[in-house]
């Protein structure tokens, strides 16, 4: 009795199965994905409210000036960003020079007391942190839209 209610739930899947086909190259590239892949990011970076958080952390950025090094160091990076409907697809060019990666910019971004305490330029990336160039923290929505192209020559 099992084995024929078993049978019967599955007939349908089995009766719309079909074996696996392989695909020139013509009829691969006509294939549509529809909207690609589109997804969400929740990021927290350094939550201080955490058990055990870091209480001092440093960001830094380096860069050569005549040959010898300097570095932008951000103190305290810091806060939540919310991204909703980034999206990635793969589209033909208008052109007909072959295809494209899109990455469609996120619809709607949150921030969260987002920013950094301060910023310097320093020669040693490790030493104490003398000056203060500025702080950020940013609280508020942004949003957008439009895409970032890539493609090869």
């Given at each position: 009795?099992?084995?024929?209610?078993?049978?019967?739930?599955?007939?349908?899947v089995?009766?719309?199965?079909a074996?696996?086909?392989?695909?020139?190259?013509?009829?691969?590239?006509?294939?549509?994905?529809?909207?690609?892949?589109?997804f969400?990011?929740?990021?927290v970076?350094?939550?201080?409210?955490?058990?055990g958080?870091?209480?001092?952390?440093?960001f830094?950025?380096?860069?050569?000036?005549?040959?010898?090094?300097?570095?932008?160091?951000?103190?305290?990076?810091?806060?939540?960003v919310?991204?909703?409907?980034?999206?990635?697809?793969?589209?033909?060019?208008?052109?007909?020079?072959?295809?494209?990666i899109?990455?469609t910019?996120?619809?709607h971004?949150?921030f969260t007391?987002?920013?950094f305490?301060?910023?310097?330029?320093?020669?040693?990336?490790?030493?104490?942190?003398?000056?203060?160039?500025g702080?950020?923290?940013?609280?508020?929505?942004l949003?957008?839209?439009?895409?970032?192209?890539?493609?090869?020559h």
């Amino acid at each position: 009795m099992k084995r024929l209610a078993a049978t019967l739930l599955l007939w349908p899947v089995l009766l719309q199965a079909a074996p696996p086909k392989t695909l020139e190259d013509s009829e691969l590239s006509s294939v549509n994905a529809r909207d690609g892949i589109s997804f969400a990011a929740h990021v927290v970076l350094n939550d201080p409210t955490l058990a055990g958080a870091v209480t001092d952390s440093r960001f830094s950025l380096g860069f050569h000036d005549g040959g010898e090094p300097r570095y932008i160091v951000l103190r305290n990076v810091r806060g939540t960003v919310d991204m909703f409907a980034i999206g990635i697809n793969v589209k033909p060019r208008p052109d007909g020079g072959g295809d494209y990666i899109a990455i469609t910019l996120p619809s709607h971004m949150r921030f969260t007391d987002f920013g950094f305490e301060s910023m310097s330029v320093q020669n040693d990336r490790n030493a104490a942190i003398t000056g203060n160039l500025g702080s950020v923290n940013i609280n508020g929505s942004l949003q957008m839209q439009g895409e970032f192209r890539m493609w090869s020559h």
